[in-house]
């Protein structure tokens, strides 16, 4: 299969109505805001929904969520040791890239014991190369997602209210202790953007395609759907537009940062785009 033959960059424009988008365990699980006030998802959390979603599309997922595994592997060493049994660095990252769609487009960390109390070095896995009792395989992936900014601060939009977090169990249920209740934060309205880019050079070391480029585009204009929780009630979530940028040559014709400058998001959602010459965007509408 032929590998990414032209840079591509993208955008996602999204809106948050009373729902809390990523929440911050550092600070009571409030939604995640900036400095300057502006909501944020990280790069981590929208990376979990898109291999959610391209786990729906069928496509073979190694890091799966304890509550959305598609197998009964319950960990990550699990499902490695069943898949990666070759003895050298090469064929470890060409078998992880091969079975594993996310791994060839955003990479992965794999981590070995050495044998013989030893590091893995160069090709074999059991070269003797020191002290140290492991070896970590690194894979660069060639798709890149930034974090995701409200486009105004949503620091005066976030509405807390306290909750009874469980029932008890003696007398009628109906008495509160301290440690029943809790709080629960959401975002009142927000319409937040994130970018992202596919690298083709990264792209020949991973066997990531234009058909692997392609199934990522199809399901951003869904990427929260089959996402609801409690903190995300179902239709709170909802992707406004995805533009997608594709160059014609695996240099691409601009920088990534020149291009991502060209969309101005509004507040409202709405989208204004500068012109780049010869570099023609396409606006998908979302799901």
């Known amino acids: 299969m032929t590998t990414l033959q032209q840079k591509i960059d993208f955008a996602v424009v999204f809106r948050v109505t009373n729902a809390n988008p990523n929440g911050d365990p550092l600070n009571g699980n409030r939604p995640r805001i900036t400095y300057d006030g502006l909501g944020e998802l990280t790069d981590v959390c929208l990376k979990r929904k898109i291999r959610n979603r391209l786990m729906e599309a069928g496509k073979p997922i190694f890091v799966q969520s304890d509550d959305n595994k598609v197998d009964k592997h319950p960990n990550l060493k699990s499902r490695a040791g069943t898949v990666l049994s070759e003895k050298t660095v090469e064929g470890i990252i060409d078998k992880a890239c091969s079975t594993w769609f996310d791994v060839r487009a955003f990479g992965q960390l794999f981590p070995f014991k050495g044998e013989g109390g030893k590091k893995g070095k160069g090709k074999e896995m059991d070269e003797a190369a020191g002290d140290d009792k492991s070896v970590s395989i690194g894979i660069r992936g060639p798709v890149s997602v930034q974090s995701a900014f409200s486009v105004t601060p949503v620091s005066d939009c976030i509405t807390s209210n306290q909750i009874t977090k469980s029932t008890s169990n003696e007398g009628d249920g109906i008495k509160r202790q301290p440690d029943q209740m809790g709080m629960k934060h959401r975002v009142d309205l927000g319409t937040y953007v994130f970018f992202g880019s596919m690298n083709p050079q990264l792209a020949e070391k991973t066997g990531f395609s234009d058909a692997d480029a392609q199934a990522i585009k199809q399901i951003f204009p869904k990427l929260f759907e089959n996402d609801a929780s409690s903190a995300r009630p179902e239709g709170s979530m909802e992707v406004l537009k995805v533009i997608w940028w594709q160059h014609d040559s695996k240099a691409g ?35």
Not at 257 to 284: C, D, Y
């Open 253 to 287: 014709q601009y920088s990534s940062a020149k291009v991502h400058r060209t969309l101005t998001v509004k507040p409202n959602g709405s989208i204004e785009l500068g012109q780049l010459n010869g570099l023609i965007p396409e606006i998908i509408d979302g799901f």
